[in-house]
C-alpha cells in the first residue's frame, strides 16, 4: 500500500511540475495536492488515472477534470491527458501579477518536449489576452502559439483578443 501512496504523489508531481514555463517557478518546490473519486495505478506502465472531479494543486497551480491519467517515461519525463467538460487550469505567471487561465474538452501536456495541447471548443488566457478556438497548441520552449478554429475541417473560426500593455497608447492618426 505503501508503494501505490508513493507512486500516486510522484504521478501527482511529476504532472504538475512539468507545466508550461510562463507557469510561477516556485510552485515546482510545493507540495502537490490530488483529490478524486478514484485513482488506478500501474507501477510496470507508470501509468496513474484519476477520475471523478478531479482538483490538482500545487502552490499557484490549479487544475480541474473528470479524468486525469498521467504517465512517466524511462527518463523520468511525464505526460498527461485530462479530460472533461471543461478541463480547467489556472495559474500565476512568472514574475507578474497575472494568471494563465485554459479551458477546453481536453487537456495534453508533453514534459518532454514542454507542448500544451487544448482541444474542443479550447480558450487560453494569459493576463488580459484571451484566445479561443478548437485546437490551441502552446509550445513552452519557443513560447509561441498556435490556434485553429477547426479540428475536423468543419467550419470553424479563431478569435483573439490581445489587449495593449499599460503605458502603450494608440497612435495619433493626422487629417
Not at 500501474?42 to 498521467?70: C, F, N, P, S, W
Not at 494569459?126 to 475541417?153: H, V
Amino acid at each position: 500500500m505503501k508503494r501505490h501512496t508513493k507512486t500516486c504523489l510522484l504521478f501527482s508531481l511529476l504532472l504538475a511540475a512539468s507545466l508550461p514555463t510562463w507557469a510561477e517557478k516556485a510552485d515546482k518546490s510545493k507540495p502537490a495536492n490530488l483529490e478524486s473519486d478514484s485513482v488506478r495505478m500501474d507501477d510496470v506502465q507508470k501509468l496513474a488515472i484519476y477520475e471523478g472531479h478531479v482538483v490538482l494543486t500545487q502552490g499557484t497551480l490549479m487544475i480541474t477534470a473528470e479524468r486525469i491519467d498521467v504517465r512517466q517515461d524511462e527518463q523520468g519525463f511525464s505526460s498527461g491527458d485530462a479530460t472533461g467538460k471543461p478541463v480547467y487550469f489556472r495559474q500565476k505567471m512568472e514574475g507578474k501579477d497575472e494568471y494563465a487561465e485554459g479551458w477546453a474538452n481536453r487537456l495534453e501536456y508533453d514534459g518532454r518536449s514542454e507542448k500544451l495541447r487544448l482541444t474542443g471548443q479550447a480558450r487560453l488566457k494569459r493576463g488580459e489576452d484571451d484566445l479561443r478556438g478548437n485546437l490551441i497548441n502552446y509550445d513552452g520552449k519557443t513560447e509561441s502559439f498556435q490556434a485553429q478554429g477547426s479540428i475536423t475541417g468543419s467550419p470553424g473560426r479563431v478569435r483573439a483578443v490581445i489587449r495593449p500593455k499599460s503605458g502603450n497608447t494608440a497612435p495619433t492618426v493626422k487629417p
